[in-house]
């Protein structure tokens, strides 16, 4: 029997990067253990169960081996040449008829967590010539990274610096559930634990007792969407007690006085009543924040997707700024990563350009995914008529997704790269599958620069690709190259000559014939911050398997400041023209229900439902009701409800629970398998389950950067 091959390298199905350990036989193809890897600086042997769900997808047998083209109603399968060429030729005709912009891509959550994609797809996108993009970022973190760029000039947020903090107020995320976001700290349950024993605090803000809730100091429930009340009623607080301290960036901030008075119209007795936070509480958590040796105050989805999104990013940051815990230890600061080699970088665009139908603005050069739908069917020129979809499942990720469904069926062409025949790839004319990703090396760029340490850490492949699948950059720069009149190596060539002149670097000659993402990433490693004494390369990361611990994070500022004013900028004027929204919101009231959604430890958005270890148990997909609601609505447990909004109508079984406050209600997203043309055996069996995004509305979208307000729709229920 062969030697097993024991490969070190991290989990990448989440920010939280934990260091794995695996082993293989590679000759055989077979993974045989995954374990945490105690030797990983960052998560010290930690893992979640979905690890071992790495092995999972692997080896499940409805995972896609061969490429596969459409005939009629179904699919046939076809060599990688074939497929690579009919996509090539579907969108190229698309281009031809009616130019470039009626193409589309859309790039779903797991790009962000593969170098090669993170490389690749850049050259595919200029190769189709489109500025039509779309990504989960827009459903997920636009607001943060808009807020970050208006304030910083930088559209990587600052991270809490959970290891040396002494109070940490989390509002609308959930770490324990969701292992962190915008954040990469694996094993968030030790650093809250370690926070507690050194005298620290944890405080939640949630319309439901999570999880974290309930390992925290103190929780309070707040009406969905009044978290900018909050943030402006504490700051109100911190101003009329004096306790305003910009600390070291005092002259380095402008617009204190604009946040003064805007503040003043938010008094905590004012919004007391609309949020649902007493005002004595309100003021009490005020004063703990600034009485605090160091604070943090850190948000994720509750704060993100929902309609004043980037206003409460941005106010989250002013809260860490006026207290003196920005840019400071166990405040929020930035991460230094081993691939960068500038301090100022390029301030990503805003509103250069807008979308046709709904004038949403592009951001850095994308457009929010809740106009996509509306992009494909509304008639008129510059209609988006060609789709390539790269792992991404909209069809149960995007609001109002019955709408987008119909959307996409109209398209004249589509291709996916997907692991699946999913419910978004089934309406493809060509899927192209890939290696998953134990079968390729990786480099975390996103996670590295949102990480509690600095860090970097190269992860070696731990198995060769099973059935000669492509890995995902091969893909991306195959088609770029059919779509290019190029080979792959000529594209790559070109890349690698750039990428070496804009980072000032000689190439070594011994490298030239390395085709694929490592060879860029030693470019970027050989320019960046860590090479100035001796040389940072990817030989440094291939002698230390497990990671290299580059520090506690320090502090970058003023040097990263990089707004047009080249200071931190405390009230950019395009949020405070959103809020007067806010004041609007103030006056309105509804005794409708809302909605917000929720994670489950073993799942991972709408991809892991197909695997038995990790899926099998209980319906995860239930409406939970407060039981004083349920009773009012005569429902109970197990029942049937209906829930209805604007745009469409599902159907749930109830689940009574206490820890929703009252007149919120909440519904997963990433279910609905039930369609029979999807080859996903195991997901329809064990979670099926319903897909909300039907009743998520397409306009319910964060004021100013159209990102999709998955939370707080108001929603009818009522029995079956
Ligand atoms: N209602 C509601 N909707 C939400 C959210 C919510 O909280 N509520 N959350 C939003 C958030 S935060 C996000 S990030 C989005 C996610 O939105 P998406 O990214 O659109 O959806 P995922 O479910 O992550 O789908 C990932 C796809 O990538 C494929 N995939 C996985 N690994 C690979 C690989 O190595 N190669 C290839 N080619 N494909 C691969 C999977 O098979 C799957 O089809 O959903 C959003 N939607
Ligand atoms: N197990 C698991 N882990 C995951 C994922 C997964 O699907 N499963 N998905 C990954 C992805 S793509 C992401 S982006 C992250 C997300 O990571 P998190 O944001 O930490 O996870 P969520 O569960 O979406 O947490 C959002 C919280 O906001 C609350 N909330 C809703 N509306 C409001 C509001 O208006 N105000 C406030 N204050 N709170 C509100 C919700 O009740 C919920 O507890 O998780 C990642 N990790
Ligand atoms: S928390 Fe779980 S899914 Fe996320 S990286 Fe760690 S092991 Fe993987
Ligand atoms: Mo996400």
């Given at each position: 029997m062969a030697k097993p091959l024991t490969t070190y390298r991290s989990c990448?199905?989440?920010?939280?990067?934990c260091g794995i350990t695996v082993t293989s036989d590679p000759e055989e193809g077979i993974i045989e253990t995954i374990r945490g890897d105690i030797k990983d600086p960052m998560s010290k042997g930690y893992i979640c169960p979905k690890a071992y769900g790495l092995k999972g997808i692997y080896e499940d047998l409805d995972r896609l081996r061969t490429p596969l083209i459409r005939r009629g109603n179904s699919f046939e399968e076809a060599s990688y040449e074939d497929a690579l060429d009919l996509a090539a030729s579907g969108l190229m005709e698309v281009k031809r008829n009616f130019g470039a912009n009626a193409i589309s891509t859309y790039l779903g959550n797991p790009n962000i967590h593969d170098f090669g994609s993170m490389i690749y797809h850049p050259p595919l996108q200029r190769a189709l010539g489109t500025k039509w993009r779309f990504s989960a970022t827009s459903i997920d973190n636009l607001p943060k990274s808009l807020s970050t760029s208006l304030m910083?000039?930088?559209?990587?947020p600052a991270v809490p610096d959970i290891d040396r903090t002494d109070f940490f107020l989390i509002i609308g995320a959930n770490p324990i559930v969701s292992n962190g976001s915008l954040v990469t700290a694996p094993d968030f349950k030790r650093r809250i634990e370690s926070l507690q024993k050194r005298g620290g605090k944890l405080i939640v803000i949630d319309p439901r007792r999570t999880e974290t809730a309930d390992i925290a100091d103190m929780h309070f429930h707040i009406r969905p969407g009044g978290d900018a009340f909050l943030l402006l009623a504490i700051l109100n607080t911190l101003f009329a007690e004096d306790r305003i301290n910009l600390g070291r960036l005092k002259n380095h901030v402008c617009g204190l006085e604009t946040i003064e008075n805007l503040s003043r119209e938010f008094p905590p007795d004012k919004v007391a009543s609309a949020i649902g936070l007493s005002e004595f509480e309100i003021k009490d958590l005020a004063r703990r924040f600034s009485k605090a040796r160091s604070a943090v105050c850190y948000g994720r989805m509750g704060t993100t997707a929902q309609r004043f999104g980037t206003i409460t990013s941005w106010l989250i940051d002013v809260l860490n700024l006026v207290t003196a815990n920005f840019d400071e230890f166990g405040g929020s600061m930035f991460a230094k990563t081993a691939h960068e080699n500038t301090e100022r970088q390029r301030p990503p665009a805003f509103g250069r350009w807008r979308s046709r139908v709904s004038q949403l603005p592009e951001f850095a050069g994308e457009l929010p995914l809740a106009t996509l739908a509306e992009e494909i069917d509304t008639p008129g020129e510059g209609r988006v008529r060609a789709l390539l979809t790269i792992a991404g499942n909209p069809l149960l990720s995007a609001p109002n997704s019955a709408r987008l469904q119909e959307a996409i069926k109209s398209l004249d062409f589509m291709v996916s790269v997907d692991l699946y025949l999913n419910e978004t790839t089934q309406h493809a004319n060509v899927i192209l599958p890939t290696t998953t990703s134990l079968e390729r090396s990786n480099y975390g760029f996103v996670a590295h620069g949102q990480s509690t340490r600095n860090f970097a850490k190269l992860c070696m492949e731990s198995i060769p690709a099973q059935d000669n699948l492509l890995h995902p950059w091969q893909v991306a720069l195959e088609l770029g190259a059919r779509l290019r009149g190029q080979t792959p190596e000529e594209i790559d060539e070109e890349m690698f000559t750039q990428l070496c002149r804009s980072r000032n670097i000689k190439p070594d000659p011994d490298k030239t014939n390395l085709i694929g993402p490592e060879r860029h990433l030693d470019i970027f490693l050989r320019s960046g911050f860590y090479s100035s004494a001796e040389p940072f390369t990817l030989e440094t990361l291939k002698a230390n398997p497990h990671g290299v611990d580059l520090g506690a994070l320090m502090r970058r500022l003023p040097e990263m400041i990089a707004t047009s004013s080249a200071?931190?900028?405390?009230?950019p004027d395009i949020l405070l023209k959103d809020c007067d929204q806010l004041r609007e919101r103030l006056k309105s009231s509804s005794d409708r229900f809302v909605l917000i959604g929720r994670r489950h430890l073993?799942?991972?958005?709408?991809?892991?439902?197909?695997i038995r270890s990790l899926a099998k148990g209980p319906q995860r997909c239930t409406l939970q009701v407060h039981p004083e609601d349920a009773r009012a609505l005569k429902l109970t447990n197990g029942d049937l409800a209906i829930i209805e909004s604007r745009v469409g109508k599902v159907k749930a079984p109830v689940e009574l629970t206490e820890k929703l406050m009252r007149g919120v209600v909440s519904l997963p997203h990433g279910y609905g398998h039930g369609e029979t043309s999807t080859k996903l055996s195991g997901a329809k069996v064990f979670q099926s389950g319903t897909n909300v995004n039907v009743i998520s509305d397409d306009k319910w979208r964060d004021l100013t950067s159209g990102n999709a307000a998955f939370n707080g729709i108001f929603v009818s229920i009522s029995a079956q």
């Open positions: 990448n199905l989440c920010e939280a990067h910083f000039g930088t559209s990587t200071k931190i900028e405390l009230a073993r799942s991972n958005n709408s991809w892991f439902h197909n």
